[in-house]
């Protein structure tokens, strides 16, 4: 969206966001009432933008790099092949060879995807973003008709934010806990299909997880679930044990049945400004940023079309 100038209100800003401690493997899970081929454009299109970066000098800085690695499942699931099996490399079902390692396992599924460790990716992007003459402001949005009136139109990426600023009681968190492990031997990812366990060797050190305890909106580190991810972690992937904890963190997912990816108007002392929105991501926000992003503008220029072109975001 060329000859419009865009600044950027939060809050919170990297390191502090809940991207900032997310593994950022990609891996989605599927949405009830999203229709099928909306997500794998969505999953896709972050796909093939992140590798064209983890295929670039850019990379390091980035933090965008290929991960293989395993899903493994105490039973068959119903899916075997998820939607996006296709766009991953080397999407396979392990071989009964393979499975004997993980004894407890009865199917798994081998692939390798990308992994966008967002503590690098985050400033990556807000220092391009800047280059272009972006503007940054920390501040709380409390009330988005008021902040209409300095602006041509809105997007609403504010995750968890917007429980409370556009009171959409849909959206709620789902808490997650993870250990920061070094384990510098451990190269593979491995993932219980339940999503409660799961290990992620990344640049810095070995993600290690998890928890998903719905409506909790604790941010302090629990002791005894830090306790429960070590055990099962060590039972799925026992050289563990020989590892070293190097820090503890806890981010609330912004969980919705669906995403809202959705636009409408905010009528402002007689304007009416364009309003997109794009949030609720829950375990997938990494895995579907671009994606949404570029359905986000999308729906912005629709709404642009019915207005007058020249916008200040
Ligand atoms: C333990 C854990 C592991 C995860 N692992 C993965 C993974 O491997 N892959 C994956 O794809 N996803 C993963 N996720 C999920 C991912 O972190 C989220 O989906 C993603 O961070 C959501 O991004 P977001 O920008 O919508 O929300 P956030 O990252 O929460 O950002 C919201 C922003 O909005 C701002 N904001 C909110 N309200 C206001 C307001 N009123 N005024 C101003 N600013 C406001 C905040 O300050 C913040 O900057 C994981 C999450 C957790 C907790
Ligand atoms: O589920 C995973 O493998 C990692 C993740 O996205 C999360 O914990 O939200």
């Known amino acids: 969206l060329p000859y ?14 809940t991207g900032d401690g997310a593994a950022g493997i990609l891996l989605a899970k599927e949405f009830p009432d999203i229709p099928i081929e909306r997500q794998r454009r969505w999953f896709k299109e972050t796909f ?14 980035a933090g965008v790099y290929l991960s293989s690695g395993y899903h493994v499942f105490k039973e068959i699931p119903c ?16 071989t009964d060879h393979e499975m004997k390692r993980f004894p407890n396992h009865k199917f798994g ?5 990308l992994k966008c460790e967002c503590l690098s990716y985050l400033p990556w992007l807000e220092k391009r973003f800047r280059a272009v003459g972006g503007q940054i402001i920390y501040e709380k949005v409390t009330d988005l008709h008021k902040l209409a009136q300095n602006y041509d139109a809105i997007l609403n990426c504010s ?8 009171k959409d009681e849909e959206v709620y968190p789902v808490r997650g806990q993870m250990l920061k492990i070094s384990a510098p031997w451990l190269k593979n990812f491995v993932r219980d299909g339940d999503g409660l366990t799961y290990i992620y060797p990344g640049i810095r050190y070995v993600n290690i ?18 306790k429960g991810i070590l055990e099962r972690c060590c039972q799925l992937e026992p050289s563990l044990r020989a590892s070293q904890v190097m820090g503890e963190w806890v981010g609330l997912r912004p969980t919705r049945a669906n995403p809202r990816v959705e636009r ?4 402002v002392q007689g304007r009416q400004v364009p309003l997109v929105h794009n949030y609720g991501h829950g375990s997938c926000g990494v895995t579907l940023s671009w994606g949404t992003a570029l359905d986000t503008l999308d729906l912005l220029r629709q ?7 020249q916008a200040r975001l």
Do not use: N
Request: contains cysteine; glycine residues 6%.
């Open 159 to 166: 995750g968890l934010g917007s429980r409370f600023l556009v």
């Open 48 to 61: 093939d933008h992140l590798l064209a970066i983890a295929d670039s000098p850019q990379a390091a800085d």
């Open 209 to 226: 997880g998890g928890t998903r305890q719905a409506d909790d909106w604790r941010m302090e580190v629990d002791k005894e679930d830090s």
């Open 79 to 94: 899916e075997k092949k998820p939607y996006w099996s296709d766009f991953v490399f080397g999407f396979r079902y392990m």
């Open 4 to 17: 419009c100038s865009v600044t950027v209100i939060a809050e919170k800003f990297s390191p502090d966001t």
């Open 109 to 113: 599924q081998a692939f390798t995807t």
């Open 303 to 309: 709404s642009l079309s019915e207005k007058p072109p």
């Open 264 to 267: 409408e108007y905010l009528h």
